[in-house]
């Protein structure tokens, strides 16, 4: 039976906790898979500490975080340099194993995707904006009291709809 308020996950911020979490996170490890082990808290309270800045704990996830993503990317290098996946199953070594490639091709798509959400200045989709056609700008320099004539007549503009006894336009 368990005895409420004793045992359970740890909720209470620690220094050792903390760094362990941060240093598993720059190895790559992803943080649903560290808050398993029993010894750490569930993300939901990592993530309260984060929110909370507890102790400085958000700009260490932070850089924990920037740190994991580099770590993807050299990974996603490895990966797509590594033929040894890419294991013949015909003894003449005609076909390649089209299983052990796409499970390959699958790691590279969920960590390129992962990069992206991650970190979208440094590994998301480049997206440039164009414009074709023409545009004109027409300033008119006004003066002060034309400017503030200008400005009433917009305002009584807006205003000759309003009924104020009864509040609608």
């Given amino acids: 039976m368990r005895v409420p308020g004793k045992g359970g996950r740890p909720r209470k911020y620690s220094e050792e906790m903390a760094a362990e979490i941060c240093e598993r996170l720059a190895a790559g490890e992803a943080l649903i898979k560290i808050t398993r082990d029993p ?58 194993n089209r299983v052990a490639v796409e499970r390959s091709k699958l790691i590279v798509d969920a960590r390129k995707w992962r990069l992206a959400k991650l970190h979208p200045k440094k590994y998301g989709e480049a997206k440039t904006v164009t414009h074709a056609g023409e545009m004109t700008v027409n300033q008119t320099q006004l003066t002060p009291k034309q400017a503030a004539d200008a400005l009433l007549s917009a305002a009584a503009e807006e205003d000759e709809g309003f009924d104020s006894e009864s509040d609608e336009l």
Avoid: C, N
């Avoid at 909370?52 to 993503?69: K, M, N, T, V």
């Fill in 39 to 96: 010894h750490l808290p569930f993300h939901s309270t990592v993530y309260s500490w984060v929110i909370d800045d507890l102790e400085g704990f958000a700009s260490r996830y932070a850089r924990a975080r920037e740190i994991q993503a580099e770590f993807l990317a050299d990974e996603l290098e490895e990966i797509a340099q590594d033929d040894s996946r890419d294991v013949f199953h015909k003894e003449d070594g005609s076909m390649p």
